[in-house]
């Protein structure tokens, strides 16, 4: 009986392609990288830069609401010292 096929991940077409002997030590062998700290720190760094683009994101939004907010009451303002 043959063995189901084997799924291969974006992760591992990125390792591939940056280092094919890295690839096949991890992939094949099944050997574990030694700098397996250095890796979780870039990671972690990862992630936490990843929350930092979404709160300037959610930052950014807040900003354009608050600008139209600014402008709406301008305009009231405008309209009720004229009338």
Known sequence: MT???????????????????AWWLHRIQGIAPANIGPMQD?????????????????????????????FLFAALFLFAATH
């Not at 063995?3 to 002997?21: K, N, Q, T, W």
């Open 3 to 21: 063995d189901p096929p084997r799924v291969l991940r974006a992760s591992e077409i990125g390792e591939y392609v940056f280092c094919h002997r």
């Open 42 to 70: 870039g990671t972690a760094r990862h992630a936490a830069h990843g929350r930092a683009v979404q709160r300037a994101e959610a930052l950014r939004r807040a900003a354009w609401v608050l600008l139209a907010l600014a």
